[in-house]
Antibody, heavy 121, light 108 residues
Framework: QLQLQESGSGLVKASQTLSLTCTVS??????????WNWIRQPPGKGLEWIGY???????NYNPSLRSRVTISVDRSKNQFSLKLTSVTAADTAFYYC?????????????WGQGTLVTVSS | DIQMTQSPSSLSASVGDRVTITCQASQDISNHLNWFQQMPGKAPKLLIY???NLERGVPSRFSGSGSGTDFTFTISSLQPADFATYYC??????????FGRGTKVEIK
């Protein structure tokens, strides 16, 4: 059973950089053919797709966040990571990593449990 | 961006009721529409993919239909475990993948 687990700082100061890592438990990360996604959800609000990366390193970002987002991959550790620069209170959210399959590799079939990141002033 | 208009935003229903949620896309997305269930404090769970395909292990009381711009999600007989928030999401045109604003299903 595939498992994803987010890790990283739960508290970030405004104007600084949010950094999170997702560790993927099983062989599907090394087999290719899937996208590896970051999705966020402000407390009590809806879901926002941040972007994805393929194992080979190709990325695709939400245009609304593109100037501040970098997603990278570490194949040796079965991990992919999110960096979001110049954070504000609006970036306070639960951050989820998820696997993408299907059309456009945008059917999110496995999710991590999520981690709350709070931006403080 | 493709906008996903989901309705209603909330509903109250009783155990055993038939529940229907609709999702309308701002442009043709073929059948590239997914439905998720989110319990409080948990990650979303994929229930339906490509408009009408039941994800493995999901009970058959959940179903989806539609194509183009108009989609429907149905719970044929609401169970206590089904009280949650449901989201639609289009995978047709990226970036970005976009979600509806959610429908909260509450106990009447």
């Amino acid at each position: 059973q595939l498992q994803l687990q987010e890790s990283g700082s739960g508290l970030v100061k405004a104007s600084q950089t949010l950094s999170l890592t997702c560790t993927v438990s099983s062989g599907s990360f090394s087999s290719g053919g899937y996208s590896w996604n970051w999705i966020r959800q402000p407390p009590g609000k809806g879901l926002e797709w941040i972007g994805y990366i393929f194992r080979g390193g190709n990325t695709n970002y939400n245009p609304s966040l593109r100037s501040r987002v970098t997603i990278s991959v570490d194949r040796s550790k079965n991990q992919f990571s999110l960096k979001l620069t110049s954070v504000t209170a609006a970036d306070t959210a639960f951050y989820y990593c998820a696997r993408g399959d299907g059309y456009n590799r945008a059917t999110f079939d496995y999710w991590g449990q999520g981690t709350l990141v709070t931006v403080s002033s | 961006d493709i906008q996903m208009t989901q309705s209603p935003s909330s509903l109250s229903a009783s155990v055993g009721d038939r529940v229907t949620i609709t999702c309308q896309a701002s442009q043709d997305i073929s059948n590239h529409l997914n439905w998720f269930q989110q319990m409080p404090g948990k990650a979303p769970k994929l229930l339906i993919y490509d408009a009408s395909n039941l994800e493995r292990g999901v009970p058959s009381r959940f179903s989806g239909s539609g194509s183009g711009t108009d989609f429907t999600f149905t719970i044929s007989s609401l169970q206590p475990a089904d009280f949650a928030t449901y989201y639609c999401q289009q995978s047709h045109n990226l970036p970005p993948a976009t979600f509806g604003r959610g429908t909260k299903v509450e106990i009447k």
